[in-house]
């Protein structure tokens, strides 16, 4: 799926024919689409690209959300990798701004990717360490999401991974980074000692999942 693909799955989910997305979807697997390619390169972007157009006034808020709602109903129909058997009540996830960040319109949308992958989805909304690191150590977590915009706030977030990779009741958790800061600096990833990144969130379902399964190997 190119820029084209994406533009026009936004003017459906975004129209008054909404419904016949999955039917557009349908026609794109028929031409050989995997459907990890679906999600990664079709309804993640098509998620980024309402968001441009809400930053742009060129559609408000409730459409904006409708739509999402509409591409959190594709996720759950075109489920992409299979469950992990008898290890749902593993798939728990706690998703958090960098220390010192607010969550945005981006973070929200990942969380009802996640909700739509069948993940029970934790969101934290402080911007302290020590909460942070408290929350991991007393609650198990298959995998930490953090979410870093301000490229002053790495310090910050190389300390919590640090302390999260130490306390976690969970000695493998699987820790995602992501965000504006990390597209911009993609070496961060490494260097703050996470385990991977996702450019939006049908990508970051897909790398939690493989992350889980090494996890509990």
């Not at 989910?13 to 419904?19: H, I």
């Amino acid at each position: 799926p190119g820029i084209e693909e994406i533009h026009e799955l936004g003017r459906i989910v975004l129209g008054p024919e909404g419904d016949t997305a999955a039917d557009y979807v349908l026609k794109l697997k028929d031409r050989g689409v995997s459907l990890d390619d679906l999600h990664s390169e079709l309804l993640g972007p098509t998620a980024a690209y309402l968001g441009e157009l809400w930053d742009q006034d060129r559609v408000d808020f409730v459409d904006v959300t409708l739509g999402v709602l509409r591409l959190q109903r594709l996720v759950i129909a075109f489920g992409g990798l299979d469950s992990i058997p008898g290890h749902d009540g593993k798939r728990k996830i706690l998703l958090v701004g960098a220390p010192g960040e607010q969550h945005s319109l981006g973070n929200s949308i990942i969380q009802r990717f996640f909700r739509a992958g069948g993940w029970h989805v934790w969101n934290c909304a402080t911007a302290n360490v020590e909460e942070v690191d408290r929350i991991a150590a007393e609650e198990w977590f298959g995998v930490i999401g953090f979410s870093l915009s301000l490229d002053t706030h790495f310090d910050e977030l190389h300390r919590a991974v640090r302390k999260i990779r130490a306390n976690s009741i969970n000695r493998k958790v699987g820790i995602i980074v992501g965000g504006s800061a990390i597209q911009r600096h993609p070496g961060w990833v490494g260097e703050l000692g996470a385990d991977g990144t996702a450019e939006n969130g049908p990508a970051a379902v897909i790398l939690a999942k493989k992350l889980l399964a090494a996890a509990l190997a």
